[in-house]
């Protein structure tokens, strides 16, 4: 069931958005024809392979690629030793920070090899079954070093240390022994400790989340080709190829302008595809070689070497009245970084209480490094794992009131005026509507069944905007070519290309959109934090809006008339005002054809830095039913609740709803990284990382709430990272309800709900159920 | 040594040489150019390289280019006839059944596999039939409502497809 509830109620104002147009690259996703990272190939190619560690912390004694090279067919190897080192410095990469002197030690290991899978050497051959065998004949030599895995172990004073430099930052004094806390960061708004004082009840808990995967069923690929000046172009399923191209340039030292990166369609990134792995080698290896060089990941690299999201230890303690307000909350989070600094801690000590208006508030987080691969943005970095924890204990505090659970939330919602804990004032924001809707809902009111529990939870994304260009060229005929420079992961073509069709008042089919490359339009930050749709819908806005005004200046051209008495109208130019004179009305079609005389091609160019980024709230509710026998907890029921600002295309805005939500309740239920003592991935592959399957999962029904964001010509909110915010504690709560117990570590599988329920009832518990 | 062999593609007559090593997606994918189907795992767990192999739903990740020597061989490159797509294909389209598209030539060759074998199936039956196609965008609900749609209208209409390419093939003439 899709429903749409608006605030305040929307008129039918648009002729094309909010409507449910056939996405413009369907066909080719529907007949094999779209092309992904792995499907480009060039003449003469050459397969590139990795090299990776099978120890997860050793120091790298010495590589000897003698052997490797002498194989017939190996072409060119890469190590440490052909990539310069760099400075320490931050920059931006989708809402985390990456620092190219880790990146460069991540995409192929210098002093250590930090975790199993650790890139350390790369070849190029001219075939698969060569490249695998030149691996094979790369000698290194390691010196074995203690590992640690888990985030507490490795805040141990005597845990073994991954990097012997790092000092933890935030902390005053600063800390005279490294460790491998990398940050600590720390958001207060007024008096947490006093406040707990007029507190009724307080409840206290803490939490542990493991690392899960963001799963795209894409492996990374890449295409490189290196001409002998320089030149390089290169393929790749990126969720930002300018991104790729920094990178790139950073680490080989190489001029921006000589590399020219190409987006594929991309088979899913939730931010895992906003870094860089196999590309700045194959670059390398096709420079070396003078090749064109192909590296795909096996699935195996993938869950090994790219980023999963942390796994986390979180402490959470909230108090609140008899009456129902919340009067304070605190909370410490433990974020594993992987291998290097930069865990989602931050957001994630942010995000933890966005969804209340709270005066007492105590974030705390801490970015921890241990012997596994860096972490990588997934949707929402860094919010699921506060807010779970955090809406666990929101569940709890009702629950000891006695109050409706969603009563309590709304009771304590942030609203516009709302000051967050980390800083900014909200503007107009649908959290309260969200719960309302949820109130209201069917689902809510539903009867359960025997062994069934209902759960609610809420959720806060940020959403951000950032650097941005498109380019939209009025062809002779009057059609239109669209050029974005934001990867379309999943719709954003369509939508694009519905505000520009509204904006110029012409069929949507007469726009055919693109993603052009890094050589073909001005700059574009990455498709993430839920920006594309913002950001790239208000840049197509602006030069829709160039194209009117052209239109018009053409017209007032012809017509000897001021251009103020020239009026852009439902794809027409017409006469007004005072000065109008006599014509007809013209379609921008005969101005586009007249284009040539009347001063040449007419194109709107609109290269912003999108400011205006509105958060977006969500409420979800789920009903889940225990097999007492199994311990195998199963969604009956999953209802969506969201504020979109405006949906621009609702079958995309639902797209996300119930993607996010079926990612939330995997990682509620099912995945997780599992580790041997030996330091080793033991699950690195779909068999045994079991994303959810169409079996595991009930129809997901969606509420669209639309409170519009006044910052956007359309009202858009970035809503792709909040569905994923509030599944983990919705499903906790839901299985709350329906055992009498509370789980406080994720994922909730079959063996632990099982085990949790027969030690209860051995106890003889009476909260028990089930 | 590579292997000559011969089979039936998606209709049509061909010959590839193949190494013993490798696998019938590879042989698709490498050698006939046809990147329609897709590698989500290489293991059989993922169902982006599901193919019909004389008529039966395989992995195409798991099976050896040698072995479907003699063999028929349908891929999501031989669904439409023409201009004219599959039910399913349009129905995907219209239920906006697709995010990233990377899972979606996998869940049509199994879909379509699935209708052959039971034109009406329930939700439950469609959900099992389609467990071994993961799909991490969606969260399945479009895809299944689009499967059913489609089961739906080819009951109802089973010769449709076959009438709308006379016509369109009357009007080309």
């Given at each position: 069931m899709q429903e749409k509830i608006g605030n305040p109620p929307v008129e039918q104002e648009f002729k094309w958005v909010g409507t449910r147009q056939v996405r413009p690259d369907g066909i080719d996703k529907v007949t094999g024809r779209a092309k992904f990272g792995a499907d480009y190939n060039l003449p003469g190619q050459l397969t590139g392979a990795v090299l990776r560690s099978p120890h997860p912390h050793a120091r790298i004694v010495s590589i000897d690629t003698s052997q490797a090279a002498a194989l017939q067919g190996v072409k060119a190897i890469v190590t440490r030793d052909d990539f310069n080192d760099q400075d320490s410095e931050f920059v931006p990469a989708g809402e985390m920070l990456v620092n190219y002197r880790d990146v460069v030690r991540n995409v192929m290991a210098r002093e250590k090899v930090l975790y199993e899978g650790h890139a350390v050497a790369a070849v190029a051959a001219t075939s698969p079954i060569i490249a695998k065998r030149a691996l094979k004949l790369i000698n290194v030599e390691y010196e074995i070093l203690p590992h640690v895995i888990d985030v507490l172990d490795a805040i141990k004073p005597d845990a073994p240390l991954?990097?012997?430099?790092m000092i933890t930052t935030g902390v005053e004094p600063a800390p005279t022994t490294p460790s491998n806390i990398a940050k600590k960061v720390e958001f207060t708004l007024g008096d947490s400790g006093a406040a707990f004082?007029?507190?009724d009840v307080v409840v206290e808990r803490a939490f542990d989340t493991k690392p899960v995967h963001q799963g795209y069923i894409e492996p990374h690929a890449c295409l490189a080709d290196v001409s002998e000046d320089g030149a390089a172009e290169l393929w790749v399923c990126t969720q930002g190829h300018w991104i790729v191209r920094a990178h790139c340039a950073r680490l080989l030292g190489w001029d921006v302008s000589k590399i020219k990166v190409n987006a594929s369609e991309i088979g899913g990134g939730f931010g895992g595809k906003t870094v860089v792995y196999l590309e700045p080698l194959a670059l390398a290896l096709s420079k070396k070689s003078g090749k064109p060089v192909k590296m795909v990941m096996s699935r195996e690299d993938v869950f090994k070497a790219s980023g999963p999201t942390s796994g986390a230890h979180i402490r959470v303690k909230m108090g609140a009245t008899k009456d129902g307000r919340i009067v304070a909350a605190e909370t410490e989070l433990f974020y594993q970084a992987g291998a290097f600094q930069g865990s989602p801690v931050g957001p994630g000590a942010m995000c933890a209480f966005a969804p209340y208006d709270l005066e007492h508030v105590k974030s705390v987080g801490y970015d921890v490094v241990s012997n596994r691969s860096k972490v990588a943005a997934y949707r929402a970095p860094g919010g699921p794992i506060s807010e779970y924890a955090v809406e666990s204990v929101v569940d709890e505090l009702a629950r000891e009131i006695g109050m409706d659970p969603i009563d309590f939330r709304l009771k304590n919602a942030a609203k516009e005026g709302t000051k967050a804990a980390y800083g900014p004032q909200f503007g107009p924001i649908g959290l309260i509507e969200t719960l309302e809707a949820a109130k209201n809902s069917d689902h809510w009111k539903a009867p359960l069944g025997p062994n069934q529990g209902r759960g609610v939870a809420s959720g806060f994304w940020f959403n951000i905007g950032g650097e941005t260009s498109v380019t939209l060229n009025l062809n002779e005929d009057g059609t239109l070519t669209l050029m974005a420079g934001t990867p379309d992961i999943g719709g954003l073509r369509a939508s694009l290309c519905l505000m520009a069709a509204e904006e110029l008042g012409i069929d949507y089919p007469k726009i055919r959109p693109i993603i052009a490359d890094t050589a073909s339009l001005g700059y574009n930050f990455l498709t993430g934090g839920s920006r594309a749709t913002f950001s790239s819908g208000m840049a197509t806005v602006e030069a829709a809006q160039q194209i009117k005004t052209e239109a018009c200046r053409r017209a007032a051209q012809l017509w000897d008339v001021?251009?103020?008495?020239v009026l852009y109208e439902d794809g027409y130019v017409r006469p007004a005002g005072d000065n109008a004179g006599p014509q007809d009305p013209m379609h921008i079609s005969e101005i586009a054809r007249m284009a040539g005389k009347t001063g040449g091609p007419i194109t709107g160019v609109a290269k912003i830095n999108a400011q205006g980024a509105a958060p977006s709230f969500g409420t979800q509710i789920a009903d889940v039913e225990i097999d007492?026998?199994?311990?195998r907890a199963t969604v009956t029921r999953y209802t969506v609740i969201q504020d979109a600002g405006r949906a621009i295309h609702p079958d995309y805005v639902e797209g996300q709803f119930q993607g996010g939500a079926a990612q939330g309740i995997g990682w509620a239920l099912n995945e997780e990284y599992i580790y041997g003592d030996d330091g080793k991935l033991e699950n690195p592959g779909f068999l045994d990382y079991r994303i959810p399957v169409a079996s595991d999962l009930p129809m997901i029904d969606t509420i669209i709430v639309e409170v519009p964001n006044p910052r956007h010509p359309y009202g858009v909110r970035g809503i792709g990272e909040t569905p994923i915010v509030p599944p983990m504690a919705t499903v906790a709560n839901a299985v709350r309800d329906a055992t009498g117990l509370r789980f406080t570590e994720l994922p909730m599988s079959p063996p632990r709900v099982l085990k949790a329920i027969n030690e209860a009832r051995a106890a003889g518990d009476t909260n028990l159920k089930v | 040594m590579k292997h000559h062999i011969q089979i039936s593609l998606n209709g049509d007559p061909v010959e590839v040489l193949v190494e013993p090593s490798q696998t019938l997606l590879d042989v698709l994918r490498d050698e006939l150019g046809l990147t329609g189907t897709k590698e989500g795992c290489g293991t059989g767990d993922c169902g982006a390289c599901s193919v019909m192999v004389d008529n039966r739903l395989v992995c195409g990740c798991l099976v050896l280019g040698p072995e479907v020597a003699g063999k028929s061989v349908e891929t999501i490159e031989g669904m439409a006839e023409g201009e004219v797509l599959h039910p399913l294909q349009r129905h995907f389209l219209e239920h906006a059944a697709l995010q990233c598209g990377i899972c979606t030539p996998g869940f049509l060759v199994a879909a379509k596999a699935l209708l052959a074998h039971n034109p009406d199936p329930t939700e439950t039956e469609v959900r099992y039939w389609l467990a071994g196609n993961l799909c991490r965008c969606t969260g399945y609900d479009k895809i299944i409502r689009a499967v059913m749609d489609a089961a739906a209208e080819m009951r109802q209409a089973p010769n449709a497809r076959a009438e709308l390419k006379d016509q369109l093939q009357h009007a080309g003439a």
């Open positions: 991954l990097h012997d430099d004082a007029k507190a001021p251009e103020e008495a007492p026998e199994t311990g | -």
